[in-house]
DNA sequence: AATACAAATGAGAATGATTATCATTTGTTA
DNA sequence: TAACAAATGATAATCATTCTCATTTGTATT
């Protein structure tokens, strides 16, 4: 674990709540979680933080980069660790889950469409909503 | 004007509120507005309608296809009047200002990659921000 | 045109996610 | 170890949106 590196890196002083809201990203199966999620995770395995320091946290890790939040269209944010590589999302209506993938092509056009308009592009949303066949989804497809 | 047949069409009621609303849609400059901005053009050309009502006949006509609802990363959402054909949007960070754009091979590929890993797409969002060139934008670029 | 009744409306309360406030606590640095 | 700014937790506040409910308004019927 390297991650007090990774808080120092990013200016943060090395706290008690960074340090397990940024271990539980690491460690948790599950790569997209949301504030809510991040806060109840973190109360059941005993540890008192609140609501509001996971709010705060979660912002300032994504303004350093260590994180990626995704808005999804249902109005709640998920954050996930930042590996890098950017990617878009692919997000099952029923059950939730969220795949990740990533196609050159459609990143080029993007690029090129934009520019066309004169604009200069900052970033891109492009998430598609699906009907995953996950076992545990309620969606029987 | 064949408003109220649209309404007929989809089963909703002809009352005041509706066909100021969708003809405000039909004849403002402004392609997409938000609920509130919806609601202070009314305001300002001394029409009575609450607020509630608004967000109602809003989502009402989302769902008779006559209107398309953007969820914007802000947290905000806009409307826009259905023209039938799917179109991605270009969302300037400074002005707010949007626009659309279509790319048939991006669409392919959304559906390629989505198929691919056993997903069934039912719709996508692809928002592009950047920052635009109007005359009136903040953004000085 | 008057009646009847469900559907629609408006005002304001309620909600849910997120952010701000502020007194108290905790890292860090000298 | 003192000293002080930064961080935290509890809670209030905010913002967009939805809900509640008493009142009003289309519409279909006499």
Do not use: W
Not at 47 to 66: M, S
Not at 101 to 130: C, K, M, W
């Amino acid at each position: 674990m390297q991650q007090p590196e990774d808080l120092k890196k990013a200016g943060l002083k090395l706290t008690l709540p960074r340090l397990k809201i940024l271990n539980l990203f690491e460690n948790s199966s599950e790569r997209h979680l949301s504030a809510e999620e991040v806060y109840k995770q973190l109360l059941s395995t005993g540890e008192d933080v609140g609501l509001a320091t996971v709010y705060r946290v979660l912002t300032q890790f994504e303004q350093a980069g260590l994180l990626v939040r995704q808005h999804f269209d249902n109005g709640k944010s998920v954050f996930e660790l930042n590996k890098g590589e950017h990617h878009d999302h692919i997000v099952c209506l029923q059950c939730g889950h969220v795949e990740e993938f990533y196609d050159p092509e459609i990143e080029a056009r993007q690029e090129r469409n934009t520019s066309e308009r004169g604009f200069a592009i900052q970033e891109h949303v492009l998430h598609i909503y699906a009907n995953c066949v996950k076992e545990n989804c309620p969606n029987k497809t």
